[in-house]
Nanobody
Framework: QVQLVESGGGLVQAGGSLRLSCAAS????????MGWFRQAPGKEREFVAG????????YYPDSVKGRFTISRDSAKNTVYLQMNSLKPEDTAVYYC????????????????WGQGTQVTVSS
């Protein structure tokens, strides 16, 4: 079955960096889009980055543009989220997700989800 396993979360000071990884297994993802989402306590899950597996096209919301970078390593079946210039408001559980077809920013369109990894940014 499909598995998405996130890693790389932790505690970092404001202005610092973290790199999250999402190891994907269980199928071929060449026709899939991959997304990173986050959910802070009491808030809705929100999209923070996405990439199409085959072409590598990326998309970011304004809240993270210029600070976050999504990439993929097809040989390792792994998607990364490089997060720089982190702010306390970036504190959340970060989730990796996969969907067949085009990239979307809505939560509802994704078929598979990882278990999440906690990112905490201290001020």
């Amino acid at each position: 079955q499909v598995q998405l396993v996130e890693s790389g979360g932790g505690l970092v000071q404001a202005g610092g960096s973290l790199r999250l990884s999402c190891a994907a297994s269980g199928r071929t993802f060449s026709s899939y889009a991959m997304g990173w989402f986050r959910q802070a306590p009491g808030k809705e899950r929100e999209f923070v980055a996405g990439i199409t597996w085959s072409a590598g096209n990326t998309y970011y919301p304004d809240s993270v543009k210029g600070r976050f970078t999504i990439s993929r390593d097809s040989a390792k079946n792994t998607v990364y989220l490089q997060m720089n210039s982190l702010k306390p408001e970036d504190t959340a559980v970060y989730y990796c997700a996969a969907k067949s077809g085009p990239l979307r920013v809505g939560v509802g369109g994704y078929d598979y989800w990882g278990q999440g990894t906690q990112v905490t940014v201290s001020s």
